[in-house]
């Protein structure tokens, strides 16, 4: 790629590429890790499409082509900081400690959250385009006020990038210096509008114009986006404030499973993009420089396969709620009208009772 | 007459297109609705025929959509905008309620917001979070707009070409879980008045109304009840703000008993308006108090248990009961 500003360590044959600004500090069994993450992570994107297409889901986003700048992100956040996903964020939850299966409930219908948030310090997914930046914004100035070293690191996509919600959120973070650090994955793609739609300019650099640093980092090399974010979210914590990251990247799979991509990109598009593909440069990287050997990258294999079967059982496990649910958590006080629909449920048969 | 089959979504597509091919200042505005020709495939080969100026690919932003379609209005043009999703048009909602509902009394008259905002709206699609709401009462409350929901192809053929050529803003509503159903469309007949309701169905003991996706549901009831006696009078209400209370009183006046669907929760909705309106008209023949079927006041839950929410045959039926219980 030939791009001056982009930030990359890791070339698509999986060459190091030395940075000025940034260096690797990852070693041979991080470098694993990350490898390992990404292979879980797309075999699992993978059984969910098939469960969907076997009707056992309602829908489901695929990642795939994103995985390094989502576990390089998820992986650079440390264990207090909270993160705000948008709904695409599989990647970041795996490293969360989300269990997969959780990921899945939102996508099965049988929940509108999935996990959690406080436990994992991943907050629920956010469909509304842009929503979550402004949440990751108070977040980061309750951080601030609590005199925490704490980051937030928030996600949305080029689309959501022309919300009002996310520009805003830089205003507000410019203002207060909060503690936040945006990631942008520019997959080049929203539903079937390209990214030159939403901008002119990388989208890096409209965070110059709100008085804070951007920096374009190769959405596809796992090294470079983990020390980006890793840098920024240090410096977010230390009192440096926000930093807006666009990890420049690609959406190889469809929208979601209900869309038809072959409406409006063509073939050769996604086919240049399956030859930068995220996993094989690193793997390529462990082979050359680590000698990494056969048996390690089968074990991540069979991990991954045995995950992805365990997936599906606790799926396919996953019931049809008790219709009486819909009226949990509404309120946190007792409500009148509740009360009223759960007694008109019950009298009509629907369920058998309270919860 | 020129009549054909089709399903509510050709018969968008077809009633934009007639409208376009009318008038030149006609613009298509909204997500994905170009190339994809939208989500629902509504704006389908729309941009291929009348080119990229008049059907807009926009930005991804809601509030922008609206704001320079009001823009787009001030100019002369007549912009139908498309919101992808019911839970994607909160964030135009200032531009609707504070603008498009108000310039044209601001401006004392001299701006005409005609735009049409469609919005596929209601559930039934078994999809995720956001993508099955009921926002029409918040629209209906706010004077200046007009709020129309279709219910067969015809209706969708004929009120989006008069939502388009009508001079004050109109929130479209479109029942989504009815996109693909195939109805007959009178291409050339002289369609109803856009702010008319319909008696769909006959019937002596019990008036039942609604719009959108329950017109459907209803119909099946009223199905069910014939075979247990009961004769239901089945009202689509087509618009929901203002509301064709004539017709209603009218049907009200002969059965004496009222029920009114809805997906949305009844609270401060179009169904307690329809009952408050005809309470004070049909006082003397109402034989038992209205009653409203209607999404519980939760937030639309999980599609697997959306059928528990949205009103049912069964519930229609369970009111349909009870209203006949009363005795007078
Ligand atoms: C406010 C809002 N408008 C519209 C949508 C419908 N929608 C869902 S995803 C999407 C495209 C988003 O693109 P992008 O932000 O690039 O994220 P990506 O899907 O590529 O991850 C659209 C238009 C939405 N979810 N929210
Ligand atoms: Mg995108």
């Known amino acids: 790629m030939i791009d001056e500003e982009l930030v990359q360590l890791l070339t698509p044959e999986g060459l190091r590429n030395v940075n000025p600004d940034y260096e690797s500090t990852l070693g041979r069994d991080e470098i694993v890790g990350l490898y390992r993450d990404m292979v879980i992570i797309r075999r699992l994107c993978n059984e969910s499409t098939s469960l969907q297409r076997q009707g056992q889901l309602a829908l489901w986003a695929p990642v795939q082509g994103q995985e390094a700048a989502q576990i390089g992100a998820g992986r650079a956040l440390a264990p207090k900081d909270f993160s705000f996903p948008s709904y695409r964020e599989h990647g970041v939850a795996w490293c969360r400690g989300v269990p997969p299966e959780d990921m899945l409930r939102v996508f099965r219908a049988v929940t509108t959250g999935g996990w959690d948030p406080q436990k994992y310090r991943h907050s629920v997914p956010t469909v509304v385009l842009g929503n979550q930046t402004l949440h990751a914004v108070g977040y980061a100035m309750g951080v601030q006020r609590d005199g925490a070293e704490e980051a937030v690191l928030t996600f949305f996509g080029d689309g959501a990038s022309s919300q009002g919600d996310v520009l805003e959120s830089f205003v507000w973070a410019a203002s207060f210096n909060a503690p936040v650090v945006f990631f942008c994955q520019n997959n080049q793609w929203g539903i079937s509008t390209p990214s030159s739609v939403q ?157 | 007459m020129a009549s054909t089959t089709m399903t509510m979504a050709k018969a968008l597509n077809e009633g934009l297109r007639r409208a376009m091919e009318k008038n030149p200042k006609v613009l298509l505005m909204g997500e994905d609705i170009g190339r994809l020709g939208g989500v629902f495939r509504i704006t389908d080969g729309l941009q291929k025929d009348f080119g990229e100026d008049r059907v807009i690919d926009a930005p991804l932003a809601e509030s922008a959509i609206v704001g ?43 701006y005409t917001m005609g735009l049409v905002i469609r919005i596929p709206f209601q559930g039934g699609i078994g999809a995720i979070e956001h993508h099955s709401e009921s926002p029409e009462s918040y629209f209906a409350q706010t004077a200046g707009l007009r709020v129309v929901s279709c219910a067969t192809p015809n209706d969708a053929y004929w009120m989006i070409q008069q939502s388009v050529e009508h001079d004050d803003p109109i929130i479209f509503c479109e029942p989504k879980s009815r996109y693909w159903e195939k109805g007959e469309v009178d291409l050339e007949g002289a369609p109803r008045g856009l702010f008319e309701a319909e008696v769909r169905r006959e019937g002596r003991d019990v008036t039942v109304i609604g719009y959108g996706s329950s017109v459907k549901t209803m119909l099946r009831a009223a199905d069910t009840a014939e075979l247990e006696g009961t004769s239901l009078e089945v009202i689509d209400a087509r618009s929901v703000a203002p509301l064709d209370l004539d017709t209603m009183a009218r049907s009200v006046q002969k059965t004496g008993r009222l029920v009114v669907v809805q997906e949305a929760p009844h609270t401060a909705s179009i169904g307690s308006e329809i009952v408050a309106e005809l309470t004070e008209r049909c006082f003397y023949s109402l034989r038992a108090p209205g009653l409203r079927v209607s999404g519980y006041h939760v937030p639309y839950p999980p599609s697997r248990i959306e059928d528990d929410f949205r009103p049912s045959v069964d519930r229609i039926l369970d009111a349909v009961d009870r209203t006949m219980g009363y005795d007078s």
């Not at chain 1, 020390?227 to 979210?233: H, K, S």
């Not at chain 1, 030859?275 to 082979?287: A, G, I, T, Y």
Request: hydrophobic share 40%; aromatic share 8%; with cysteine.
């Open chain 1, 199 to 355: 901008s002119r300019i990388p989208l890096s650099h409209r965070a110059h114009g709100f008085g804070f640093p951007g920096i374009r980092v190769d959405g596809n090399d796992v090294l470079a986006v983990y020390e980006v974010t890793r840098r920024a979210l240090e410096n977010a914590r230390v009192g440096g404030g926000p930093t807006l990251i666009e990890a420049y990247t690609y959406r190889i799979g469809a929208h979601t499973t209900s869309d038809d991509p072959t409406r409006y990109r063509i073939d050769a598009e996604v086919e240049v993009w399956k030859h930068r593909d995220p996993l094989e440069r690193v793997k390529s990287l462990l082979v050359r420089e680590y000698k990494v050997n056969k048996a390690t990258f089968e074990k991540v294999a069979a991990e991954a396969e045995s995950l992805a079967l365990k997936l599906r059982d606790d799926v396919l496990a996953m019931g049809r709620p008790d219709p009486i649910t819909m009226f949990d958590h509404a309120y946190a006080a007792p409500h009148p009208l509740v009360d009223e629909g759960r007694r008109e449920m019950v009298e009509l048969g629907i369920s058998g009772g309270s919860h």
């Open chain 2, 68 to 110: 320079t379609a009001v823009g787009l209005a001030i100019r002369g043009y007549r912009t139908v905008c498309e919101i992808q999703f019911d839970g994607f048009v909160y964030p135009a909602f200032d531009q609707i309620v504070s603008q498009v509902a108000k310039l044209h009394k601001r401006s004392e008259g001299v």
